[in-house]
Each structure stands twice: as structure tokens, then as C-alpha cells.
């Protein structure tokens, strides 16, 4: 867990629940998947447990108003009448999220399925999954990779190797990053693209689950087509393609699809480029991962949202703490003006 994050829980519980109250305003969430277990924490660090993620989901039922995305405009407009609202989000599209909605269902809590359309058109792993992978299983030895400039060492102890390398290439354009995810697939020695070894939690959804997610009342929103970070050293054109096509994939295969969630979504992920292409692709309203609570003061195409941790035992104190990340937020909206 982050220090910021102890922190905001550690004041949030501290603080009396009226006051705490009185500074809600209306948040974003974000969750990934849902597993029955998790058999390797270094690789599904994105899943959620099931009775984890039901403690969550009945807390936000129990002291939030959980609302959908189509209620954004009405709360952006008058974010102090909705101190409670709270927008619940999923991002990827893993095929475990089928899960997440059976816990939604039973306690009527609408939320949006934000998903990468290259992995459902195809089943692709996510390539970040795909690294780690390779970094964590791959055999012994040393590893020549395109686009990582010195040798990858794999012996012993993986953690360390495994988070520089991939600190690496997290900002490498797409089209290099594709050949150093295939070089360490290939070194790794499975099957296909669409092999994901021994990690069911890292399938993605198919069209057909996706169409019927949508006929349960799940909205689908896009998460770009690779599931790539936007970040300023990718090209314009890439941009615009990471922006447009998971909008025509949904609008093609299951409806209108008004909404983005930037691939990462941090500080760094996001370029003045790229919420410029999320806008023109035509798309309402856009989130980062930056913290903070909803205004209609910010550039609706960079919103904030929280990534909820694995577990969350006291929701009430720290979301209305959220907006000590505004004054934050406010200045990178600013400087990718
Ligand atoms: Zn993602």
C-alpha cells in the first residue's frame, strides 16, 4: 500500500464521521477483477478476492449512493448536493468480471466496464501481464530484448529485476513496445498470443459475454485498443488510433460507448495529446487515475478516480479525504493545456 494511501486512511479514520461528511463531494472508483482465489499475488495484484470485493460493494451500499455514469453531468453541476455519489468502474475487460457483476447485481449498484478492444477481438494477454510474466517464470539466464538497452538478468530473487525492467519500458512509443512484449513472450516459451499460461483471471471477455454484460444494465466504456499508457513519447497518430477504434469496435459490436478510461492513467501516462484525441474521437467525459473528487471545473476529459485497494475496511473516512488530491490534479490539468 502507498504511504499517501495509509495516510488518508489513517486521517480518515481519526476524524469525526460528521466532519468527514461535510467534505464528501462525488468520486470516481475503480476496480480491475474478481477472482475465487488468488494463487499468485506477484501476477494478479488486479483481482480482487470475491469476498473481499463483496465487503466493498456492500459498504458502498451501505453509506454511498452509487449512481451511473449517465448521472454525471447532473453532479458535475452541482457536486456539493452529492457529497455521497459515488461512480463505480471496472477497467480491462477480463473475463472474471462476470463475477463482479453477479455481487452488483444482487445489491443493485450500477457501474461501467471500461475495456481494451484489441484483447476482446483477439484474447491477447495484456502486455504488462506478459512482461511479468516472462520476468517473473521465464527459465534462468540472461535475455537480449529489443528496446531494453543492457541484458535481462533472470536468476534468484525475480522482484527487483522484474519492476526496474518493467519501469524500463513503461514508456516506450506502441510500436516498440509490441516488439519487446513479443521478444519476452517468445523467450518465455509458450504458445500463442492468445496464451495466458496458467492465469484464467487474465482472459478477457469475449464479444458475446460483453453484449451480455450490457443486456444486464452494464455500461461499456473504452480503455483504448492495446491496452498501452498514452503517454507523450507515443506518436500522434497512434494516439488518435488508441482514442477512435475502441469507440467504433463497441458502437459495432454492442452500442453507443460515450466514455474513456486512460490504459494506467497516472501523472505521466496521460499526454496534452492525448485527452486532445479523447476528445476529438468524441467522447463525453474521460478518466485518469489521478486522485481527487468530481467538478465541473476540471477538463472533463481528465477526470480522477480512485483505484480501490485490494481491501477496503473504511470507505467513509477516506473517500471524502479524496479531495486533498485536487490542488494536484488542478495543476496537471493545467500544464497539458
Ligand atoms: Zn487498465
Not at 476482446?120 to 516472462?134: S, V
Not at 507515443?234 to 454492442?254: F, S, T, W, Y
Amino acid at each position: 500500500m502507498s504511504l499517501k494511501r495509509k495516510l488518508l486512511r489513517q486521517a480518515g479514520a481519526l476524524l469525526p464521521a460528521g466532519l468527514l461528511r461535510s467534505l464528501g463531494r462525488p468520486v470516481a472508483l475503480f476496480f480491475h477483477g474478481v477472482e475465487r482465489r488468488i494463487a499468485d499475488p506477484a501476477l494478479q495484484f488486479n483481482h480482487h478476492t470475491l469476498e473481499d470485493f463483496h465487503a466493498i460493494a456492500a459498504a458502498l451500499k451501505a453509506d454511498f449512493d452509487v449512481a451511473p455514469l449517465t448521472d454525471l453531468g447532473a453532479v458535475l453541476k452541482r457536486p456539493e448536493r452529492h457529497r455521497r455519489t459515488v461512480f463505480l468502474m471496472s477497467d480491462d475487460g477480463y473475463a472474471n468480471t462476470q463475477l463482479a457483476a453477479d455481487v452488483l447485481e444482487d445489491l443493485h449498484l450500477p457501474w461501467t466496464l471500461f475495456v481494451s478492444t484489441e484483447h476482446i477481438d483477439t484474447g491477447a494477454p495484456n502486455p504488462m501481464f506478459q512482461a511479468r510474466r516472462f520476468l517473473h517464470h521465464a527459465p534462468d539466464g540472461v535475455y537480449r530484448i529489443p528496446h531494453v538497452p543492457e541484458p535481462i538478468r533472470l536468476n534468484g530473487a525475480r522482484a527487483a529485476v522484474a519492476e526496474e525492467t518493467i519501469h524500463g519500458i513503461r514508456f516506450l512509443p506502441a510500436d516498440a513496445a509490441r516488439e519487446t512484449i513479443g521478444a519476452m513472450a517468445a523467450a518465455l516459451g509458450r504458445g500463442g498470443a492468445a496464451d495466458n499460461g496458467d492465469y484464467s483471471s487474465e482472459r478477457f471477455l469475449t464479444w458475446d459475454e460483453l453484449r451480455g454484460l450490457a443486456a444486464r444494465g452494464v455500461a461499456i466504456g473504452a480503455h483504448a485498443h492495446w491496452h498501452w499508457a498514452m503517454h507523450p513519447r507515443e506518436n500522434p497518430e497512434m494516439l488518435r488510433q488508441q482514442a477512435a477504434m475502441p469507440r467504433q469496435r463497441i458502437e459495432a459490436e454492442v452500442g453507443p460507448c460515450r466514455t474513456f478510461a486512460y490504459p494506467f492513467g497516472n501523472k505521466r501516462d496521460v499526454s496534452a495529446l492525448a485527452w486532445r484525441a479523447v476528445r476529438d474521437a468524441g467522447y463525453d467525459y474521460a478518466f485518469t487515475t489521478m486522485s481527487g473528487t468530481l467538478s465541473a471545473r476540471q477538463n472533463p476529459w481528465l477526470l480522477p478516480r480512485y483505484g480501490l485497494a485490494l481491501q477496503e475496511p473504511n470507505m467513509a473516512g477516506t473517500l471524502p479525504l479524496l479531495r486533498l488530491g485536487n490542488p494536484r490534479l488542478a495543476r496537471w490539468q493545467r500544464g497539458l493545456n
